[in-house]
Every structure is written in structure tokens, then in C-alpha cells.
């Protein structure tokens, strides 16, 4: 301690002194201040834990006329595994209408050959309404009027004929009148014949333009007839394929039976569940955790407040602590200058030149 005050002095000691108990006592605080961060965190993490087991989903087994629930937790009560189990006899109906429904998709599979025959005739459609469009209705008309005119001609010849014999047989065979002359456009006027043979070809003209009014409708009749096959064509493809979509229909409707028996046999597992949701209290939960957190960090202020820390510590900046320390000092000082003094001059007889007692120099 002599080295430590003759190199600073009385004040350099008490500052010294002063740091130390101001480093100690922040050591000393810090690690109160340490202990009560992990004491927090351990209150917090505690109170989460609890919040989160108050927030546990909890479902509840619940058993109705068509089935029962079944939920099965670990060891610690969390939910592992959940299933259901239909009523014995809805279970049965369920069966049958399983077993009915591999019927209905046996129908279903059948089908495509019971329609074959629809999907067989409807490109035949197709092929014939092709020919009936390939001629345009002028042509078609053209060829009405010439078969007509095919099936008249024989009954034309022998009518001709039959008139030209009773001319013949009356001597009125030569007799032509009612001849006229040129039209106002240049255009031959009538030929001079009898009366029977005017009648006659009259006839025929009238004949003429009424088969070519039946020839012009005939040609527009053939041309919707073969878009008509087309139209026919297509619903015999369309009626087969909606046969075989309706097919299935069987089959659906023993499969959507099956289904809502099923659903039925949910209902219980459906019921547990949401009474265990509306169970679990996710806002007493919060508050659990609210409250936790608020409680640790009070704590941590508390528990990080060291009295003994804080007491060094404002001893340390305590100015009438430093003026002690220097005047406790100062006596030692004086002798330890005393001894620099008057050492050289070996004014006690002690030792060779310069040397100062012993016991003085090991005590300073």
C-alpha cells in the first residue's frame, strides 16, 4: 500500500479506492440484473405455457341414433387421432345400397352397346344428306320437271292421237283457226289449229306452268330434306350420348344414398368437434398470458434492484469518501517524504549511506 500512496497520493488513493467500490458495486448489479432477466423469461415462458393449455383444443365424443364419435389423445391430452362409426343399422342400408350401386355401374357399362346401333346410323344420315345438298335446288327442280314430264308423255301421245282420229273420222282433219298476228315486241302470234287441238296444246301450257310452280317448291323441299339429315344425324349421335350419360344415373343415385347415410353417420364426429371449439377459451387464455407477462416483468424490475450494488455504488460518487480516504492517508505521506528526506544523510546511524531503517522503509 506504501507503492500505491506514494505514487498517487492521498487524493489519487481515495479515487482509486472510489472506482473500485463503483466496479464492484456495478459487477454486483449486474448480475442481479442477469438473475432477474432469466427468472422473467422462465415467469413467462411459465405463463405461455399455461395459456396455451387453457387454448387446447379438447373435442367431445358424442353418440346420436346414427353413429358415435371417437377421438383418441397422447399421454399429455393432445388430440392424435379422430373417426367415426355409423349405427349398425345404418351401416346395414349403407351395404345394400353398395351392393345396388354395383348394379347401376353395370347398366352404365352396357350401355354404349345398346346405342350402338344410333351411332351407327347417324353417318349414314350424314352420307345421304351429302347427296341430297350436292345439287343445287335449280337442278334439283330441272330433274323434277324432266321426270314429270317422262310420266305425262305417254298419256300426251295417246290423248294426241284419240283427237286426231275424230278429225280424221269427221273430215274436219285440214280445219285450222284462230291464227294471229305478230305481237307489238316482234313476237310470232298463235298458229292457226282446230278447236279440239287448241284445247288441246291450251292444256298442255296450263299443264307446263303448273309442274314448273311443283318443280321450283320440289327443289327447295330437297334441299331442306338434306339438311334435315343432318339435323337427324346429329340427335341420333346427341340421343346416344345422353343414353349413356343418363346411364349412369342409377348408379349416382344409389352412390349419393350411400353418401348421405354417411353423412348421417358424421353428424357425431362433426357435433364433437365443434362443442370442443366452442369450448377451448382462447379469450381466458389471453388473459392468463397478459396477466403472466405483466406479473414476470414487475418481477424483473424488482428482482434486479441490489441494495448492496447501489449502496457501493453511491459510496463510490460520494465526494466526503474520497476527502477521508486522502486525510486517513496523509500521515503516511508525510512520513514516507520524512524518510526521503533525511535518508541520505543517515541521521539515525542505521545501515550504509542512504540506506533508511528497515523497519520504517518495509512499513512505508
Given at each position: 500500500m506504501?507503492?500505491l500512496?506514494?505514487a498517487?497520493?492521498g487524493a489519487?488513493?481515495?479515487s482509486?479506492?472510489g472506482?473500485g467500490?463503483?466496479?464492484?458495486?456495478?459487477?454486483?448489479?449486474?448480475?442481479?440484473?442477469?438473475?432477474?432477466?432469466?427468472?422473467?423469461?422462465d415467469?413467462?415462458?411459465?405463463?405461455?405455457?399455461?395459456?396455451?393449455?387453457?387454448?387446447?383444443?379438447?373435442?367431445?365424443?358424442?353418440?346420436?341414433?346414427?353413429?358415435?364419435s371417437?377421438?383418441?389423445t397422447?399421454?399429455?391430452?393432445r388430440?392424435?387421432?379422430?373417426?367415426?362409426?355409423l349405427?349398425?343399422?345404418?351401416?346395414?342400408?349403407?351395404?345394400?345400397?353398395m351392393?345396388?350401386?354395383?348394379?347401376?355401374?353395370?347398366?352404365?357399362?352396357?350401355a354404349?352397346?345398346l346405342y350402338?346401333?344410333?351411332?351407327?346410323?347417324?353417318p349414314?344420315l350424314f352420307?345421304?344428306?351429302?347427296?341430297?345438298?350436292?345439287?343445287?335446288?335449280?337442278?334439283?327442280?330441272q330433274?323434277y320437271?324432266?321426270?314429270?314430264q317422262e310420266?305425262?308423255a305417254?298419256?300426251r301421245e295417246?290423248?294426241?292421237?284419240?283427237?286426231?282420229n275424230?278429225?280424221?273420222?269427221?273430215?274436219?282433219?285440214?280445219l285450222?283457226v284462230?291464227?294471229?298476228?305478230?305481237?307489238?315486241?316482234?313476237?310470232?302470234?298463235?298458229?292457226?289449229?282446230?278447236?279440239?287441238?287448241e284445247?288441246?296444246?291450251?292444256?298442255l301450257a296450263?299443264?307446263e306452268a303448273?309442274?314448273?310452280a311443283?318443280?321450283?317448291?320440289a327443289g327447295?323441299?330437297?334441299?331442306?330434306?338434306?339438311?334435315?339429315?343432318?339435323?337427324?344425324?346429329?340427335e341420333?349421335?346427341?340421343g346416344a350420348?345422353?343414353?349413356?350419360?343418363g346411364a349412369?344415373?342409377?348408379?349416382?343415385a344409389?352412390?349419393?344414398q350411400?353418401?348421405?347415410?354417411e353423412?348421417?353417420?358424421?353428424?357425431?364426429?362433426?357435433?364433437?368437434i365443434?362443442?370442443?371449439a366452442?369450448?377451448?377459451?382462447?379469450?381466458?387464455?389471453?388473459a392468463?398470458?397478459?396477466?403472466?407477462?405483466?406479473?414476470?416483468k414487475?418481477?424483473?424490475?424488482?428482482?434486479?434492484f441490489n441494495?448492496?450494488?447501489?449502496?457501493?455504488?453511491m459510496?463510490?460518487?460520494?465526494?466526503?469518501?474520497?476527502?477521508?480516504v486522502?486525510?486517513?492517508?496523509q500521515?503516511?505521506?508525510?512520513?514516507?517524504?520524512?524518510?526521503r528526506?533525511?535518508?541520505?544523510?543517515?541521521?539515525?546511524?542505521y545501515?550504509?549511506?542512504?540506506?533508511?531503517?528497515a523497519?520504517?522503509?518495509?512499513?512505508?
Amino acid at each position: 500500500m506504501g507503492g500505491l500512496v506514494s505514487a498517487f497520493g492521498g487524493a489519487g488513493a481515495g479515487s482509486i479506492i472510489g472506482g473500485g467500490l463503483g466496479l464492484l458495486g456495478g459487477v454486483l448489479g449486474g448480475r442481479s440484473a442477469a438473475s432477474a432477466g432469466r427468472a422473467s423469461a422462465d415467469a413467462q415462458l411459465q405463463a405461455a405455457q399455461i395459456a396455451a393449455e387453457e387454448a387446447r383444443f379438447r373435442p367431445v365424443g358424442i353418440t346420436t341414433r346414427f353413429g358415435q364419435s371417437a377421438f383418441q389423445t397422447d399421454d399429455q391430452g393432445r388430440v392424435i387421432g379422430a373417426g367415426y362409426e355409423l349405427s349398425p343399422e345404418l351401416r346395414a342400408y349403407q351395404d345394400r345400397l353398395m351392393g345396388l350401386t354395383g348394379m347401376g355401374l353395370t347398366q352404365a357399362e352396357a350401355a354404349p352397346g345398346l346405342y350402338q346401333p344410333l351411332m351407327a346410323a347417324a353417318p349414314g344420315l350424314f352420307g345421304l344428306a351429302q347427296g341430297y345438298l350436292a345439287e343445287t335446288p335449280q337442278q334439283a327442280a330441272q330433274q323434277y320437271m324432266a321426270r314429270q314430264q317422262e310420266l305425262l308423255a305417254p298419256g300426251r301421245e295417246r290423248q294426241l292421237a284419240q283427237i286426231q282420229n275424230r278429225l280424221f273420222q269427221t273430215g274436219r282433219e285440214g280445219l285450222a283457226v284462230g291464227a294471229t298476228g305478230a305481237r307489238p315486241s316482234g313476237a310470232a302470234g298463235l298458229g292457226a289449229a282446230s278447236p279440239e287441238m287448241e284445247a288441246y296444246y291450251n292444256a298442255l301450257a296450263q299443264q307446263e306452268a303448273e309442274l314448273a310452280a311443283r318443280a321450283q317448291q320440289a327443289g327447295m323441299e330437297q334441299t331442306r330434306f338434306g339438311a334435315g339429315l343432318f339435323g337427324t344425324g346429329a340427335e341420333l349421335l346427341r340421343g346416344a350420348y345422353q343414353g349413356q350419360i343418363g346411364a349412369l344415373a342409377p348408379f349416382e343415385a344409389y352412390l349419393g344414398q350411400a353418401q348421405t347415410l354417411e353423412g348421417l353417420g358424421q353428424q357425431p364426429l362433426t357435433l364433437g368437434i365443434n362443442i370442443g371449439a366452442q369450448g377451448k377459451s382462447t379469450g381466458a387464455a389471453d388473459a392468463l398470458l397478459t396477466g403472466g407477462v405483466s406479473a414476470a416483468k414487475t418481477l424483473q424490475a424488482a428482482n434486479s434492484f441490489n441494495p448492496f450494488a447501489t449502496a457501493l455504488a453511491m459510496a463510490s460518487r460520494n465526494p466526503m469518501l474520497e476527502r477521508g480516504v486522502s486525510a486517513a492517508f496523509q500521515p503516511y505521506i508525510g512520513a514516507q517524504q520524512a524518510i526521503r528526506q533525511y535518508g541520505a544523510e543517515n541521521v539515525y546511524g542505521y545501515g550504509g549511506e542512504g540506506m533508511a531503517p528497515a523497519a520504517l522503509t518495509s512499513f512505508y
